[in-house]
T-cell receptor
């Protein structure tokens, strides 16, 4: 079963940038279509971004479009989310997940907490 | 944007059946997926494509999609089923929506 380790979270001020990472425990990472999903403290889940296994297809939620950039390095079995111009409401635990089937998600990690506050 | 409505809470006695609903518009032809999340842990997929269970998920979890309402059914509820449950639907390639979540409490 694939496991993910998310990292890179921390405390940043509004307007700053941060990159979070997701390391997968599989050598077949290139075959996984991947997502970032976030959860604000005490709140529900919000889909953030998608990148296909080839890296050629990318989608973003409207709330982050133009500020966040998703990328992957299959040689390192890693997924990244570069977040620019962070807002207070970007504060959340960020999870990576893969497309399990027909649009469902397999999470496999514990997430990384990003706190945006002055 | 699309909204998926779930009841904030559902309470059920051990051994009984819990039903969590997820209401939305334009469900026709769309697959609904369900997640269980316990405090401090990542969500776990319990149903996909309206009614299919991943391996390792108990057969006590079932579901159906009747058009504008999808339902997650937990039979013979156990204390370990106490958690938040979220439904999820893709409305377009870049529009994935989660329900607000339902807290299932085992009495």
């Amino acid at each position: 079963e694939v496991q993910f380790v998310e990292s890179g979270g921390g405390l940043v001020q509004p307007g700053e940038s941060l990159t979070v990472s997701c390391l997968a425990s599989t050598l077949s990472f290139s075959s996984f279509n991947m997502h970032w999903i976030r959860q604000a403290p005490g709140k529900g889940l919000e889909w953030v971004s998608y990148i296909s296994g080839s890296g050629k297809t990318i989608y973003y939620a409207e709330s982050v479009k133009g500020r966040f950039t998703v990328s992957r390095d299959d040689a390192k079995s890693s997924l990244y989310l570069q977040m620019n111009n962070l807002h207070n409401d970007d504060t959340a635990t960020y999870y990576c997940a893969y497309s399990f089937t027909s649009g469902s998600f397999y999470f496999g990690g514990q997430g990384t907490l990003v706190t945006v506050s002055s | 944007s699309y909204v998926l409505t779930q009841p904030p809470s559902v309470s059920v006695a051990p051994g009984r059946t819990a039903k969590v609903t997820c209401e939305g518009t334009n469900f026709a032809g769309k697959n609904v997926h369900w997640y269980q999340q316990k405090p401090g842990l990542a969500p776990v997929l319990v149903l996909y494509d309206n009614s299919d269970r991943p391996s390792r998920i108990s057969e006590r979890f079932s579901g159906f999609n009747s058009g504008n309402t999808a339902s997650l059914i937990i039979s013979r509820v156990e204390a370990g089923d106490e958690a938040d449950y979220y439904c999820q639907v893709w409305f377009s390639k870049s529009d994935c929506v989660f329900g607000v979540g339902t807290k299932v409490t085992v009495l």
